[in-house]
């Protein structure tokens, strides 16, 4: 009888044709350090990684890796528990590479989000000590067919709030149905375009 598990090839019984799927968000928040201010430091910012709706991500996330621009001491930062963020000053925008490693029955490989620090809002707008540039974006971890007992586990889960982030005031909020609505869209048009380049291949091997 098809109970809807199947075993993979590490021996891990994985629900077929499920997928669990984690709203989250990467961002920067950088200060204008006003007078203070010079030729090597002009900003005080933090990068992070958060859950999209505040909820703790402890039972899902057992360390996040932050790989800050090279010329930084010690680049690789590691944060093993909330809240998931580093807090560095400088003067340049540079892309940051966030690597998400998860517990260990989920038996997953890492996931990698890249981010780019922003430091200012754009050339017309001056710079400001009042409110911090804001940069985040809407990301979402899908386990597809998971780890039976990984799945069980994180939805038996009861959900609590999230260490607050140091920059807590400023996030942004999504809405988590708009963001799932524009990435239906997305995955709709890379199908379209997947498809007509298929066809005009097809095509021309004919």
Request: charged share 30%; proline share 4%; aromatic share 10%.
């Amino acid at each position: 009888m098809d109970d809807g598990t199947f075993i993979d090839e590490q021996g891990s019984r994985r629900l077929r044709d499920t997928e669990l799927v984690v709203p989250v968000v990467v961002g920067t928040c950088a200060w204008w350090l006003g007078k203070k201010a010079n030729d090597s430091v002009t900003h005080r910012w933090t990068v992070y990684f958060r859950s999209a709706n505040g909820e703790d991500l402890s039972h899902i996330i057992s360390k996040v890796t932050f790989e800050l621009h090279h010329t930084f001491t010690n680049p690789h930062r590691v944060c093993l528990q909330a809240p998931y963020e580093v807090t560095e000053q400088g003067w340049g925008e540079f892309d940051i590479n966030i690597t998400l490693t998860f517990t260990p029955d989920a038996r997953e490989k890492d996931v990698s989000i890249m981010h780019r620090l922003k430091l200012y809002e754009s050339e017309s707008t001056p710079n400001t000590t009042k409110k911090p540039v804001m940069s985040e974006v809407y990301e979402e971890l899908v386990f597809s067919e998971p780890v039976e007992s990984f799945y069980r586990r994180v939805v038996a889960e009861p959900q609590r709030r999230a260490t607050e982030l140091s920059c807590q005031a400023w996030i942004l909020t999504f809405d988590e149905r708009e963001e799932v609505e524009k990435l239906k869209e997305c995955r709709a048009r890379v199908a379209a375009m997947v498809a007509e380049v298929r066809k005009d291949f097809e095509g021309a091997a004919r």
